[in-house]
């Protein structure tokens, strides 16, 4: 019997490290997705800063034909770098669901922890964290 529960202790550490292991590598994804919407977000913004400037102040010196290809090949770009924002975001927000609702639950169903003695509860805290902003914010806004 005592051979048998030490097998299923064995297992069962296993299995933790395994799904630690995934958490592991799931947040590393996670920072390096929000670090490349960072990026994509401050790329667009300075260089929209930059080049519109710069194109507008020259209006008068550039003909039209060329302004208007010129814009519509930066509406191009801007559209790219938008599209690549939102994908980085849409990872961020799937891989963090992910954790939330599947790594955690069965890392404290093999820890048999339950209440305040969970692991993994960044997504709960950050989730709690959003919804109280946004009550304080909706709050805020019905009291003007």
Same mark, same amino acid.
């Given at each position: 019997?005592?051979?048998? &529960? ?5 297992? &069962?550490?296993? $299995?933790?490290? #395994?799904? =630690?292991?995934?958490? !592991? &590598?799931?947040?590393? $994804? #996670? ?10 977000? *401050?790329? +667009?913004? +300075?260089?929209?800063?930059?080049? =519109?400037?710069? *194109? ?10 060329? *302004? ?9 770009? %801007? ?18 669901? %992910?954790?939330? !609702?599947?790594?955690?639950? /069965?890392?404290? =169903?093999?820890? /048999?922890?339950?209440?305040? /003695?969970?692991? *993994? ?11 109280? #902003? ?11």
């Amino acid at each position: 019997m005592a051979e048998n &529960k030490s097998k299923n202790d064995e297992q &069962k550490d296993i $299995e933790i490290q #395994v799904h =630690l292991t995934e958490y !592991q &590598k799931i947040r590393d $994804e #996670v920072i390096h997705w929000i670090g490349s919407a960072s990026q994509s977000l *401050l790329i +667009s913004l +300075s260089s929209f800063s930059v080049v =519109l400037p710069l *194109l507008f102040s020259q209006a008068n010196n550039i003909p039209t034909l060329i *302004l208007n290809s010129f814009m519509y090949i930066l509406a191009i770009v %801007y559209a790219v770098i938008g599209m690549h924002y939102a994908t980085s975001q849409y990872y961020v927000n799937t891989e963090s669901n %992910y954790i939330h !609702q599947y790594l955690a639950p /069965n890392i404290n =169903l093999k820890l /048999n922890t339950t209440g305040n /003695n969970r692991v *993994l509860q960044a997504e709960n805290y950050q989730r709690n964290a959003r919804r109280n #902003v946004i009550a304080l914010q909706s709050g805020e806004k019905g009291n003007k």
